[in-house]
């Protein structure tokens, strides 16, 4: 996450059914459009979603970390500025850049992640992949230390748990 003073932050997301609640604004107190989140797991596959549009103001092409979903109504998406301005305040939001952000320890089967850029030479190779590329979490051998992810273009990818 990144808070509006420039720091940033990972947090956790829905481990184990959990959720995790955060509040959006400066930290000081003093921005008067904080609001909190509940983050909820099971909208991470609307990441895979090029097409996010804020239900408000119409933006298109929403980044993970700049939209919120709404946890309570079918494909209700607020940009990070709708969002701020109080716009649907009656239900809570997950932000979606949250869910972009899990730690290795916390990925199981349907976490949304990402081949890190530094990659060079993955564990049990490329398999048709490459850095940058994103997907869903099939499954996670913490025997091996491995995790095997279904990406965007289907194929699978088998990797150590912090590619």
Request: include cysteine; proline fraction near 4%.
């Amino acid at each position: 996450v990144q808070w509006p003073s420039g720091a940033k932050g990972q947090y956790s997301w829905g481990a184990q059914g959990r959720f995790e609640l955060i509040k959006v604004g400066d930290a000081d107190g003093e921005d008067p459009d904080v609001r909190e989140v509940l983050n909820d797991d099971r909208w991470a596959p609307e990441l895979r979603q090029p097409t996010a549009m804020c239900s408000q103001c119409g933006a298109t092409k929403l980044e993970p970390g700049n939209w919120y979903r709404c946890n309570h109504c079918e494909s209700y998406n607020l940009c990070k500025k709708c969002f701020r301005s109080g716009t649907h305040s009656e239900h809570d939001f997950t932000d979606m850049g949250a869910l972009n952000t899990a730690q290795a320890e916390e990925l199981g089967p349907g976490s949304y992640v990402k081949i890190k850029l530094s990659v060079t030479n993955p564990k049990y190779g490329w398999q048709g992949a490459s850095a940058g590329q994103q997907g869903i979490v099939l499954d996670v051998d913490r025997e091996d230390n491995s995790v095997t992810v279904e990406l965007e273009s289907g194929a699978e990818f088998k990797a150590d748990l912090l590619e």
